[in-house]
């Protein structure tokens, strides 16, 4: 059963949306897609996106906005960069082995 199948008898009004950047695009105009479609929160992924998100977030302050893999040269209340820690996995799964 699926994440929105599960959540859906405790949060009907929940939805969820999903969209791939085209090859070369920097995500702007599918993030402008769900801001227009009156999301609340919006999350993207990747480094390449880090700039558009950063933009949109500047433009919509009642958006909330979590960039994963993306780190923000900028501090926004409604912008949230996170960033994994590959290198610490790396070394567990080189312990381990």
């Given at each position: 059963m699926s994440m929105r199948a599960q959540l859906r008898p405790e949060w009907p009004e929940w939805r969820s949306g999903y969209v791939e950047a085209r090859e070369g695009s920097d995500g702007s105009e599918e993030i402008a897609h769900f801001v227009d479609t009156g999301c609340d929160a919006?999350?993207?992924?990747?480094?390449?996106?880090?700039?558009?998100?950063?933009?949109?977030?500047?433009?919509?302050?009642?958006?909330?906005?979590?960039?994963?893999?993306?780190?923000?040269?900028?501090?926004?209340?409604?912008?949230?960069?996170?960033?994994?820690?590959?290198?610490?996995?790396?070394?567990?799964?080189?312990?381990?082995?």
């Open positions: 919006i999350v993207t992924v990747g480094a390449g996106m880090a700039a558009a998100t950063e933009a949109a977030a500047g433009q919509h302050p009642d958006v909330d906005f979590i960039g994963a893999d993306q780190a923000h040269d900028v501090a926004l209340p409604n912008l949230a960069g996170v960033l994994f820690g590959e290198d610490r996995a790396g070394f567990l799964a080189g312990a381990l082995a």
